[in-house]
């Protein structure tokens, strides 16, 4: 974690997530953080196949902690009609944003902040 920033970075933090089992711990090393930033490849193939349930277990436990997370998926629509429509329902959320880049995610977790 960069202390000027406060942003979290999962990569960098050796945090992805597998199984509803690893939200546990990427919202424990989110606390005192600005917010937390996941990259597609830190987030397992399951997580985009939303009958998995596994990203709406992921996202409602950001919100219900009320901790940011920006989620870099740069073509939402590559993983289906259903995803695309998730990642654009939550184009304006307080606490959860799908971005483009990590410079997109990084800028709005320090602007939320």
């Known amino acids: ?17 597998r ?3 690893d939200v546990t711990d990427a919202i424990g090393a989110c606390f005192g953080a600005e917010g937390i930033l996941f990259t597609e490849e830190d987030l ?5 196949n939303l009958r998995t ?12 902690y ?4 920006a989620l870099v998926v740069p073509h939402p629509e590559a993983h289906g009609e259903r995803f695309k429509e998730l990642a654009y329902e939550h ?3 307080p606490l959860v944003r799908f971005v483009r880049s990590r410079e997109e ?5 320090r602007a939320a902040a």
């Open 1 to 17: 974690m960069s202390e000027e920033r406060g942003v979290l970075v999962a990569s960098e933090a050796g945090l992805s997530i």
């Open 19 to 21: 199984s509803v089992r």
């Open 44 to 48: 397992a193939p399951e997580f985009f």
């Open 53 to 64: 349930g596994l990203a709406g277990e992921f996202l409602q436990k950001f919100v219900n």
């Open 66 to 69: 009320r901790l940011r997370v």
């Open 91 to 93: 184009r304006t959320h």
């Open 105 to 109: 995610g990084e800028a709005w977790l």
